[in-house]
C-alpha cells in the first residue's frame, strides 16, 4: 500500500482516467481530503483549493460566468 493507501497499480490507472473535470492526461494528480476523491489536472486542482473546496463559491463563480 501507498501514501493514498492503495496499491500502485490501482493509483496509475486512477491517474490514466484523465481529469474528472476536462478529460486531459497530461499532469494529473489525485485530489484527495480526507480520502481519494478523484483523478484532476492540476489546474483544476488548483481551482478547487483556491474555491476553498466550497460549492457555493463555485456557484457563484459559474453565475457569473454565464452573466459575462
Not at 20 to 41: M, Q, S
Amino acid at each position: 500500500m501507498g501514501r493514498f493507501g492503495i496499491t500502485l497499480e490501482v493509483y496509475r490507472a486512477l491517474i490514466a482516467q484523465g481529469c474528472t473535470i476536462c478529460g486531459t492526461k497530461e499532469d494529473v494528480v489525485l485530489d484527495h481530503k480526507e480520502k481519494i476523491r478523484g483523478p484532476l489536472c492540476r489546474a483544476h486542482n488548483s481551482m478547487l483549493g483556491l474555491a476553498r473546496d466550497d460549492p457555493m463559491i463555485l456557484q457563484r463563480a459559474i453565475v457569473y460566468l454565464k452573466g459575462c
